[in-house]
């Protein structure tokens, strides 16, 4: 079980997890195929991009981090979601 950081929301794995696999991608094929509002999901994946687990790229889309990497595999240390 992930150790989600206290401000994270459920939505937050399934927009980590999508990225994970599908690449560098836009907010709203994340949203499409998260069955998630693409505005929604554009602002969680700022908030994601803003605690190192996503990178925007210039051209607004999104990829994964090591640090989003390592929270999906578990492997974080405790309170390194913490808000700073």
């Known amino acids: 079980m992930r150790n989600r950081a206290d401000w994270m929301v459920p939505t937050d794995d399934a927009i980590l997890e999508y990225v994970r696999d599908a690449g560098e991608v836009p907010p709203a094929v994340i949203g499409r195929n998260i069955d998630s509002h693409p505005n929604y999901t554009g602002q969680r994946c700022r908030t994601l991009a803003d605690h190192g687990l996503l990178d925007r790229e210039s051209d607004g ?6 640090l989003g990497t390592r929270y999906l595999d578990e ?4 309170g390194e979601l913490e808000e700073d």
């Open 61 to 66: 889309y999104y990829s994964l981090t090591e």
């Open 75 to 78: 492997s974080l240390e405790s």
